[in-house]
C-alpha cells in the first residue's frame, strides 16, 4: 500500500502496527486487515467526490455505502474455499497418481466437486450484495481508527454520533434533525408541508445542508407524526427503494386521506435498470409474505420484482450520489412549496422566481 503521509509504497514488512517505517508516521486503515480492505488514500478520494470536492457535507453512512460497493458488486461467498479445494483436488490427484492410491482419487473427486458446488453457488449470487461491514458497525471499524490517528472524522463528514438520535450533526441546524423522531417533529410550527423520512442519517443530512428549513417543511419519521403536523400542505415521503419503502408511501397515503403525498422516493423499476445502481441486501430485515401480498395487490409489480424485494434486496438512500439526492429532494420540494402558498404561486404565475434554465438530465435518472 501507498503511505498516506509520504507515499512511498509500503510492504506487509514495512507498515507493522500501523506506521510507515520511513516517515514514522502512523495511519488508521491497512488493506490487508480492514474487512472494506480500504487504506486512507482511498477513503480521502471518495470522500472528496462524495462531498462534491468541500462543497456539501455528507454523513457515515454515505460513505459507508460508497466504500462498500466494490464489495457488493462480487461475492464474497467461499472465496477462500475455493481455491483451496482446486488446489487440493489437484495436489492429491498427482500423489495418487504417483502413489498408486485409488482411494486418494476418490479424496481428490470430493475435492473437485466441492469446488465446483462453491463455483456454481457463487454464479447463483450466494453471497452477494451482503456487505462484508454491516452499516451500524462501520464507524467503529472505520471512523474510529481514523479518528484516533488524524483526530476528527475525514473532512466533509457530519459527526452524527453527538446525538443518541443518530441525526444530529456539526453543526446546529442538524443537531435540530434530532427532534425528528420526538412528539414535537421538527419545524412542525408555521411549516408549509411535511417531510416524512424513516432514516436518520438522511434526515441529518437533508438538515445539514438547510433544505427542510429553506422549503418550510417539518421533518418527520412515520405516518402517524405527519398526522400530528398541524399543516394542510403537501407531504412528501422520501423513503429507500425496497418493500418497507413502498409499504410507507401507502401507510401516509391512508394516514392522510385526502391530503397531496408525493412518492420523492427513486422509482424501483428505473433504478434496476441503471448499471451504476449497486443494490445489498440484509438478510435481517426481509420482508414478511403479508407484506408482499399487499404490494403484490397494488399491481404495480411484476412476479421477477416482488421476488426480487422478497428476498430483501434494496437500494437505500445513502446510496445515491450526494449531490444528486439534494438536487432531487430540493427540487421536487420547491415545486410542492410553490404550488402550496398562495403567494409564491401567483410571484411564479407573472413571471418571478421563474427563471430559465436549460432542460438537463434528471439527477436521479442519471444514477
Known sequence: MICPHCERNLLRKERTGNRCTHCKRSYALDPKTNPLRLNDLRVRRITTALTDGGRIAIVPDQLWYALSRKRLRDSAFGQGCLGGAFVGAGFVTVVALFAEAPALLIASGALLLIGLGISLARVMGAGKGIPPVVREGFPALVLTPWRSVYGGLPPGVLD????????????????????????????????????????????????????????????????????????????????????????????????????????????????????????????????????????????????????????????????????????????????????????????????????????????????
Not at 417543511?217 to 403536523?229: D, G, H, I, K
Not at 422509482?267 to 435481517?284: E, G, K, N
Not at 412476479?303 to 432531487?328: N, S, T, Y
Open 160 to 367: 452524527t454520533a453527538a446525538s443518541d438520535t443518530g441525526t444530529a450533526g456539526a453543526t446546529g441546524s442538524a443537531n435540530s434533525a434530532g427532534s425528528a423522531s420526538s412528539a414535537d417533529p421538527a419545524g412542525a410550527a408555521g411549516a408549509t408541508g411535511v417531510l416524512v423520512c424513516p432514516d436518520r442519517a438522511v434526515v441529518a443530512f437533508l438538515v445539514a445542508d438547510g433544505l427542510p428549513a429553506r422549503h418550510g417543511l417539518a421533518v418527520v419519521r412515520s405516518p402517524a407524526e405527519a398526522a400530528a403536523v398541524p399543516s394542510k400542505g403537501p407531504v412528501l415521503v422520501l423513503h429507500d427503494t425496497d418493500a418497507d419503502g413502498e409499504l410507507l408511501v401507502r401507510g401516509v397515503r391512508e394516514a392522510l386521506p385526502g391530503r397531496t403525498v408525493v412518492d420523492v422516493g427513486p422509482p424501483l423499476r428505473t433504478v434496476r435498470s441503471l448499471p451504476q445502481a449497486v443494490p445489498y441486501r440484509d438478510p435481517r430485515r426481509r420482508p414478511r409474505p403479508a407484506d408482499l401480498r399487499i404490494l403484490a395487490a397494488l399491481g404495480t409489480y411484476t412476479p421477477e420484482e416482488l421476488k426480487w424485494l422478497g428476498q430483501g434486496w434494496r437500494f437505500p438512500l445513502v446510496g445515491l450520489p450526494p449531490a444528486r439526492l439534494l438536487a432531487v429532494v430540493d427540487r421536487v420540494a420547491g415545486q410542492a412549496s410553490h404550488g402550496a402558498d398562495p403567494d409564491r404561486r401567483r410571484a411564479a404565475d407573472l413571471g418571478f422566481l421563474t427563471w430559465p434554465e436549460a432542460a438537463g438530465p434528471d439527477p436521479v435518472g442519471g444514477r
